[in-house]
């Protein structure tokens, strides 16, 4: 996935009336959408520094397969959802980005491999901001994403994790936007 300069996300987000905070984070899920892979892209901006990481905005197969929810597994559609995260623990284990404020969310219930679109729910899910294997970068999703969104090198997320916390916001605003609406502009 082509990564995109400050220009053209900001570009982006006057187009479709999202605000540009001074720091904040920004996932675009890739048009490719290939099936339980790192193939996403999230930025940090702090100001007009930019930093990119590769991770994934979709559930992993696993889930995808075996819903923890009855109604399929949840895929983030994407927004912008302001002052949405803190900086808590994952699962009570480490330092993440965690959800508290609501968010909406496709069920994706057809069992197969590929994250769809499907009805649109609203709520607190736990969609976390967090990393996958701890020890060395992931290269597939699997059980590291119900819905959250995993950086797949635990490097990357210390870095994005370390400038979250200097940037000593008490919440974090998250916009998801779709690589086919970028390369539309």
Not at 14 to 19: A, E, N, R, T
Not at 114 to 142: C, D, M, P, T, Y
Request: with cysteine.
């Amino acid at each position: 996935m082509k990564q995109r300069t400050v220009l053209e996300l900001r570009a982006s987000f006057k187009s479709l009336g999202y605000v540009w905070p001074s720091f904040h984070i920004i996932g675009v899920r890739s048009s490719e959408n290939r099936p339980n892979s790192f193939d996403d892209l999230i930025y940090v901006i702090d100001g007009e520094k930019v930093s990119c990481y590769p991770c994934t905005t979709d559930p992993g197969s696993y889930w995808l397969r075996n819903p923890m929810n009855i109604e399929g597994t949840a895929v983030l559609v994407p927004g912008q959802y302001i002052d949405t995260w803190a900086i808590g623990l994952h699962r009570g284990k480490y330092k993440a980005l965690r959800q508290l404020r609501e968010v909406s969310v496709y069920r994706d219930n057809d069992r197969d491999n590929i994250a769809e679109k499907g009805e649109i729910q609203r709520g607190l899910f736990g969609i976390n901001i967090h990393r996958a294997n701890e020890i060395s970068s992931s290269v597939l999703v699997e059980k590291w994403s119900a819905g959250c969104q995993v950086m797949s090198s635990p490097n990357d997320f210390k870095e994005f994790l370390s400038k979250c916390i200097s940037s000593k916001l008490p919440m974090f605003t998250y916009t998801l936007l779709e690589e086919s609406y970028l390369e539309s502009l």
